[in-house]
């Protein structure tokens, strides 16, 4: 079963207004991390934003915010705002309980317009 | 975070040959992975560069095909070897400063095999 579903291969947005990317997970370890990448075209995987089963609040940092909700298993990311340079690939991941493995969805591509 | 450097770049080989890539850290981290992302697609793991040992590979994925070195705690190589068109694909180092932390991406190798 996937462990990561991002059901949203490609998404448009006009520059300025805000932009939520769907993640959804499966996994029945109480302990685990999300994880919020971008993949410019360049080809570089950027770190964006992380998010602890065990966390109470939900994480942000600068413009991006991640959306938990636990008992959906969601981890939508918003960005806010958005830039031209905010055009990329963005990936959710999971790691769950002590292993070291990243779990990756398919990815969302986002195309920000002018 | 951590600043990685991989070289190549990028690449265009023959098949059947080989070609080695490198991942440098600035600093000394606990974890070293290498990822394939092959057109289009999201990211699998390949393996775990352990320090000193054997590298620990993902079903798969197997040592003849892809050895992996790491002779200390910021320099690991991945070698794809016997190449054929189907190895066209970037190739990600990622690491961990200890473990069960981010992960954080070097910048990619894109390889094409001819």
């Known amino acids: 079963a996937q462990k990561i579903t991002q059901t949203q291969p490609g998404m448009f947005v006009q520059e300025k207004e805000a932009v939520t990317l769907d993640c959804t997970y499966d996994?029945?370890?109480?302990?685990?991390?999300l994880f919020w990448y971008k993949q410019p075209s360049s080809g570089e995987m950027i770190f964006l934003i992380y998010q602890g089963s065990y966390d109470q609040q939900n994480a942000t940092e600068g413009r991006y915010s991640l959306n938990f909700q636990k008992a959906r298993k969601s981890a939508n990311l918003v960005i806010s705002a958005s830039q031209l340079g905010d055009s990329a690939m963005y990936f959710c991941?999971?790691?769950?309980?002590?292993?070291?493995?990243?779990?990756f969805g398919a990815g969302t591509t986002v195309t920000v317009r002018a | 975070s951590a600043v990685i450097s991989q070289k190549p770049s990028r690449d265009i080989c023959q098949r059947g040959t080989s070609l080695t890539i490198q991942c440098q850290v600035d600093s000394q981290v606990t974890m070293m992975f290498w990822y394939r992302q092959q057109p289009g697609q999201s990211l699998t793991l390949i393996a775990t560069a352990n320090q000193g040992s054997e590298a620990t590979y993902e079903s798969g994925f197997v040592i003849d095909k892809f050895p992996i070195s790491r002779p200390n705690l910021t320099f690991s190589t991945l070698t794809v070897s016997n190449m054929s068109p189907e190895d066209s694909s970037i190739y990600l180092c990622s690491v961990e400063r200890h473990h069960q932390e981010t992960q954080y991406f070097g910048p990619g190798t894109r390889l094409l095999v001819l």
């Open positions: 991941a999971m790691r769950e309980g002590k292993d070291y493995k990243l779990s």
């Open positions: 996994t029945s370890d109480p302990s685990y991390g």
